[in-house]
Every structure is written in structure tokens, then in C-alpha cells.
């Protein structure tokens, strides 16, 4: 598709934001009702697959008065009419909203010159097309983790949103959860002492028994569903949340799935969220029969030139039991951190205080908001393409490294693996046509 470059009212919005005060921060003569801005003033966003957590994202989207949700898009028709019928209810008060469009196909979403940006929740094998094809519509773009399918995929990605200046902002929400960020300043600013181990504990993926092959039923546009990945035949299995994650056809199990999160988390509290490990080797275990064929259990290790090695594993097949989450090991002490509690050994280490000549983290407190914040004030988004790229980069040299069973070495400078062509060709996968990138 020919690069295009409206001028949207995002594109507005934004170039002005840099001269001028807001009015409808800082003025009720321009707030509609209850304190809301005029509807001229408001960020309007369209959603690209409205799964379970497609539809999360934009609930949590629409809970900024500065947003305003105009369409949606599944190729699944309940998901898109359950999704089209919430933001009609939310918006039920509103006497001047005049309901939201319903897509098949991303492409007429994005056709729309009426919408600002847009929220990517599809399964991966879709990310890299649809958010390019987004900013080149000129649309600002939150994308669900993880970034990519492949590194090659994620680098086209983060080109072309440079390319055209766009606003992305990845789902990587632990950048804008307190704990997290507390635990990256703590040891970016030596409270554990020399930092030599980062260990990562994540779920494992999970396995079926059989294939469960039906006829395509009514409601769901299959071949539009599989897109770029090869033609396979239908199964309520691969099409299901808990189904696609687990093949590798659309995905990277829990490897990328969970990594995506914590590895990014990993990469934020070394300071490496611009390069990558220099080496990765493990063991895995993979599924011998049946639809799914991601790693089941795993453990591998990424070592980084800084002397430091992060360690990744998951013991079980998938499990949402705690722990599941990150230990920073220095010589001086231990810290631990995840979305429910964070302790360090001695535990003096979490009393400390981080001064202001100190290393401070870009601090945000809702990811949502950061978002449309990026879009109408132009501050940077806590979750940058390019560092949520080189973040998921580590979990795909995983995969790699753990199908191949053998030490994979990595150029994190120009992104390539030297004197392997079999593991290099799994920097990228080929398209089922017409789809290109």
C-alpha cells in the first residue's frame, strides 16, 4: 500500500499540543457535560479485535473522558457485536453520540479518516500488518503484547512507526505499575550491589491430545482469521484465546506471551532496553502429539555483554500461581517483584529511598491514559516500540535457541546471528499471499 500522511485530528491534536494549553484541560467553557470534553476535542479510537482482551483495552480506553470509541472490528461476528453493544451502552447518556461502526475487516477500520487511533488486540501472527497498515493511515496505535511474531516482523514495525512519527504505545502494562518501576530504579541504582543474575519464572504453555477438527462454523471469516499464517483446517482449538497462543504458527507460547512482560521488565532495571543479550541456550520440553506446539516447560539463560545472565524458565504447564515473576540477585542483595508483592533480602533494601541526583524511570500510573496522553501532549509513551521490541527480541531468540536445542549467539547491534543460516532463517516467516508487510 502507497504510504499516506492525512491530517487527522489526532495529527492536529498533537501538532498543537507542543504551542498551546489544552482549553479542554484547562477551560469548562470547552467541557461537554460532567466535566467531559467537547466531542471536537475528544480522541477518537477504533478497536482491532475484540476478544476478551481486546474488549478489556478499550473499556479501560473508554474510561478516559478524552476518548471516544467510534468502531470495532473481529472477524468473529459475537465478539464483534458484544463489543459494538458495550460501547453503544457506554455511551447511552451521551445524546450527541451516534453509535459505533462494526468492521469484518480492518482495513475499512482504518479507511476511516474520522479516527484518531486505534487498539491492536489480535492474535501476534496479525500485529506487524495491522499496526502498519495503521500508521500509515496516519492512526496513533496501542498494540497488545507481545510486539511480534518474529524479529524481523517487530524491526519492520518499529521502522515504519519512525518512518511517519506515529504515537505507539505497547500493552506491556508492567511499565506503568508502581512496583515494578520501584524495583527497576532500586537496582538501577545499585541497592542489590552488582546485579549478576535476573531470574524470570513465567506459566508454561499448555498441550491438547487431539487436532478437534470441525467444519468452519457461521460467524467467523476463517480465511481472514489465518491471514498471513499458513492455510491449516478450522478447529474451535486454534481459533480460542487459550488455543492460538500454544502454536507457533500464530504465536510463542508463554515463552513470548508472559516473557514479553517480564523480559521487559528484565531489560528495564539493566538499562539494556536499547540492545539485547549476546548469547541464548536452553532446554525445553514440547508437546509429541496433538494441535499445540509450543514449549511446554522450559528453562534457558541470556547472557548479556554487561556481564549479567537472565534466566527464564517455567516449570509446569500453564498456571496462574504465584510465583510468577522476577529476582534481581546482586552482591549485595535480592530483590523480588510481580503484580502482587515485592520483598528484598535484607529487607533494608526496599526502605531505601531514591534521591533526586538518582536514576528516576519515566513514570506512569495508568497505561491507558499514558496513551492518550502521548497523542495530545506529545510526552513519550511508557512503552516505546522500539524497547518493547527489543524486549520480546529476547523470548524469540528463545524459541529459537529452544527448537533448535543448541546455544544460539545474537548481534544485538545489527540484529543478526552470525554462522547459523537454519536459526537465522527463524528470524522471520514467510506470508501466505496476498499479505505482505
Not at 556481564?307 to 524458565?313: E, M, P, R, Y
Request: charged residues 25%.
Amino acid at each position: 500500500m502507497r504510504p499516506e500522511s492525512p491530517c487527522s485530528r489526532r495529527r492536529f491534536l498533537a501538532g498543537t499540543a507542543a504551542t498551546v494549553a489544552f482549553p479542554y484541560i484547562v477551560s469548562a467553557s470547552a467541557l461537554g457535560q460532567e466535566g467531559r470534553p467537547a466531542p471536537s476535542a475528544r480522541v477518537t479510537l477504533g478497536a482491532i479485535g475484540v476478544g476478551g482482551r481486546g474488549t478489556g483495552n478499550l473499556q479501560g480506553l473508554m474510561n478516559d473522558n478524552r476518548v471516544q470509541a467510534v468502531a470495532v472490528c473481529d472477524v468473529q461476528t459475537r465478539g464483534r457485536d458484544n463489543a459494538q453493544q458495550i460501547v453503544n451502552k457506554f455511551y447511552s447518556a451521551d445524546k450527541e453520540y451516534s453509535g459505533c461502526k462494526s468492521f469484518g475487516d480492518f482495513r475499512d477500520l482504518l479507511a476511516d479518516k474520522s479516527i484518531d487511533a486505534v487498539m491492536i488486540a489480535t492474535p501476534d501472527h496479525w500485529h506487524a500488518i495491522t499496526a502498519i497498515e495503521a500508521v500509515k493511515a496516519g492512526k496513533a496505535v496501542y498494540c497488545e503484547k507481545p510486539l511480534s511474531l518474529t524479529i524481523q516482523h517487530g524491526r519492520k514495525m518499529v521502522e515504519t512507526v519512525k518512518r511517519y512519527g506515529a504515537v505507539f504505545q505497547t500493552g506491556t502494562q508492567q511499565r506503568s505499575e508502581r512496583d515494578f518501576r520501584r524495583a527497576c530504579e532500586l537496582v538501577r541504582n545499585g541497592r542489590v550491589g552488582k546485579l549478576k543474575t535476573i531470574e524470570v519464572e513465567v506459566p508454561g504453555s499448555m498441550s491438547i491430545d487431539g487436532d478437534y477438527l470441525e467444519p468452519v462454523p457461521p460467524g467467523i471469516d476463517y480465511d481472514m482469521w489465518l491471514g498471513p499464517a499458513p492455510m491449516a483446517p478450522y478447529s474451535p482449538k486454534r481459533v480460542d484465546a487459550f488455543g492460538w497462543r500454544w502454536i507457533f504458527d500464530y504465536a510463542g507460547g508463554c515463552v513470548t506471551d508472559w516473557g514479553a512482560h517480564h523480559m521487559d521488565i528484565a531489560q528495564w532495571a539493566m538499562g539494556t532496553m536499547l540492545t539485547g543479550p549476546i548469547e541464548v541456550e536452553g532446554k525445553a520440553v514440547f508437546p509429541t502429539k496433538g494441535l499445540f506446539n509450543t514449549a511446554l516447560h522450559w528453562r534457558y539463560e541470556a547472557r548479556y555483554e554487561n556481564g549479567v545472565t537472565v534466566i527464564n524458565f517455567a516449570k509446569d504447564e500453564f498456571r496462574h500461581q504465584y510465583p510468577n515473576g522476577i529476582t534481581f540477585t546482586g552482591d549485595k542483595g535480592t530483590l523480588f517483584v510481580n503484580r502482587g508483592q515485592m520483598w528484598s533480602k535484607p529487607e533494608s533494601i526496599l526502605k531505601e529511598q531514591i534521591g533526586p541526583d538518582e536514576i528516576q524511570l519515566y513514570k506512569s500510573d495508568d497505561h491507558y491514559r499514558n496513551f492518550i496522553d502521548a497523542i495530545l501532549t506529545k510526552v513519550p509513551p511508557a512503552a516505546p516500540i522500539e524497547e518493547a521490541h527489543r524486549s520480546v527480541s529476547v523470548c524469540h531468540l528463545a524459541n529459537i535457541a529452544l527448537r533448535l536445542g543448541r546455544k544460539i549467539r545474537w548481534n544485538p547491534t545489527n540484529e543478526q546471528i552470525p554462522d547459523d543460516p537454519e536459526a537465522s532463517e527463524m528470524l522471520t516467516r514467510p506470508m501466505r499471499a496476498p499479505w505482505r508487510i
